[in-house]
């Protein structure tokens, strides 16, 4: 009779975890009960018949590449609840972001590597191009002065005291939401500005697990930050 293989399966998540990257858990996924309490509480359980507590098994029993090819990874919401509920703590969503770093970027889902791609190089999600958000910011500025007067919108204002980061998908298609926090500022007399470059509040490379673009998209915002002198960040999502 054959022996039984008890030896740990190589499971390059479980490695990747263990050696610090991503952010990553110290190797603590081997302290799972298999309880389920996790997957109890999540929206996506049973999707693409998975769970979190599958996906929990699949890296430690080297099934991790499964993983990694699942849409899993992607259609969790990254809500953390099942890290809430988990009795032994164990730090599932930096197990879940793993899986989606190790994604190929050909393979990510939908268009947010190529966001992320279009930010790096634009300063935008979506692409941009810097004339037009000035026009832009210009003419709703005044569209907005017929109901506040003499509002403008304030660009790269050195001393003011928040820095307002932008959604793309707002100058891009709907630059009305924008009004909202406006009129508060007006109302608050609150001082404020936002940027002509690198404006993007929304970091496409945290939801792709694309830590070295998370950086530089950060990196780009905290230069504005320090250049303009502002006292407080403010980040639409
Ligand atoms: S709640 Fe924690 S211990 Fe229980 S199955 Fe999920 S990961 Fe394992
Ligand atoms: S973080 Fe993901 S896996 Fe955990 S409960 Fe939320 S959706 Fe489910």
Known sequence: MQAIDCSRRVSKLRDFLLQGQGAAAPGILDLCLT????????????VDGLDVRKAVRMVLLGLDQELVDSRFPWICTLCGRCEHACPMQIELLKMLRAAR????????PGVMHKGVMTCLKTGNNVGIPKEDFLALMEDVGNELAEELPGFKVPLDQKGARILVTINSKEPFAEPEDMFFWWRIFYAAKESWTTTSDNWEGVNWGLFTGDDASMKEIVGRIVENYKKLECEYLLLPE
């Open 35 to 46: 309880c389920g309490t996790c997957a109890g509480g999540c929206p996506v359980t049973g």
């Open 101 to 108: 770093t190790l994604r190929e970027r050909d393979k990510v």
